[in-house]
């Protein structure tokens, strides 16, 4: 599973840093998934290897600007570069009517269908690689975060149960493997009742603006990595110079190694933290305060970071968004572009 953040800014964009924007890969290399969309997202997309057309969903965390603005844009982007199947957007509710409306002023008509899911009735939604739940949380207006979870960790079929139950072997057999139910004799058969899963399945928590990270608690629950906006540090809080619904980093960090998280990634930082030390406030304040508070792998998001969560639960860096990643893809993948010569 890899991630590659697409924006890091907190409100309003930098020089350095493009607001909230967050692209989760599957490791099948023909899919990937859309976490927030602040304006500008279909332009930082031009610099990855992730295309419109490998897009599988979209999931919004809450309805301010600067985590859905680009959204009509990418749709639009979407159609025009004839984009034929249908997107499920998660989201709040009011998002559909805001998309609609927009799209119908704008006469952008969509060769493809929306599929819209209101997060506040969201118990689960799930396809064949994640299954992926939402967590209300706490900030100026309804905000959620998502918990993704591999939905088939290298399984193997359980053939004593297909022997026990007369499947006979073949194309059959090959259906339930690759994660498809099947009809038999006037019955279904799941594919997830004759799985083996060797390995405990990754687990990413994204959490959208929030400032009470301990309402991410039960998620945290066998994740190996927790994303979560650090807007700002205590010593900003506690002067009174910092808006509410947001946390610091003390807060995330003291939070992550409460819940014994192995893996953290802090992003969504405040514009008045710069990337060159000595120039005002900087950004290596943020890391300062989080490791005050937690001894895990802590990592400072930056845009066109591009992580990798490997089977064994460890995060590491790849070098280059766009040429290792297509590498590794498998040839005419539908999400993967090659790399710029």
Wanted: glycine fraction near 10%; charged fraction near 20%.
């Amino acid at each position: 599973m890899d991630l590659i953040f697409l924006g890091t800014s907190s409100g309003t964009p930098t020089r350095a840093r493009n607001v909230s924007g967050l692209g989760l890969l599957e490791d099948s290399g023909k899919g990937w998934y859309l976490v927030d969309c602040g304006e500008g997202t279909q332009h930082q997309l031009l610099r990855t290897p992730l295309t419109l057309h490998g897009l599988r969903a979209i999931f919004i965390t809450h309805v301010h600007g600067d985590h859905c603005y680009g959204l009509p844009g990418l749709l639009a982007s979407a159609g025009m570069a004839r984009r034929e199947q249908p997107l499920e957007i998660i989201a709040p509710a009011a998002i559909e009517g805001w998309v609609r409306a927009t799209l119908e002023m704008s006469q952008s008509g969509l060769p493809y269908e929306l599929h819209f899911h209101a997060v506040e009735n969201l118990h689960a939604w799930r396809n064949a690689q994640v299954q992926v739940e939402a967590t209300a949380l706490s900030h100026r207006v309804p905000s959620w975060g998502y918990r993704f979870t591999e939905a088939r960790p290298d399984p193997r079929l359980d053939v004593e149960r297909l022997d026990r139950d007369g499947i006979p072997r073949g194309p059959l057999w090959g259906a339930l493997m690759h994660g498809n139910d099947v009809e038999l004799a006037g019955r279904t058969l799941r594919s997830e009742d004759y799985l083996l899963l060797t390995r405990a399945p990754r687990r990413i928590v994204v959490g959208g603006d929030n400032d009470r990270p301990e309402l991410l608690r039960d998620a945290c629950q066998g994740a190996q990595l927790l994303i979560h906006e650090a807007t700002y540090t205590q010593t900003i809080a506690e002067a009174g110079k910092a808006e509410f619904g947001h946390s610091t980093a003390a807060q995330v960090a003291a939070f992550a190694a409460d819940v014994g998280a192995p893996n953290l990634v802090l992003t969504h930082f405040s514009a008045r933290y710069q990337n060159s030390p000595g120039r005002g406030h900087s950004i290596e304040d943020i890391r300062t305060e989080a490791t005050r508070h937690y001894d895990g792998q802590l990592i400072l998001a930056e845009d066109l970071l591009h992580l990798r969560l490997d089977k064994t639960g460890q995060v590491q860096r790849v070098d280059r968004v766009a040429g290792s990643h297509a590498r590794s893809s498998a040839p005419g993948s539908a999400s993967l572009k090659p790399p710029p010569a």
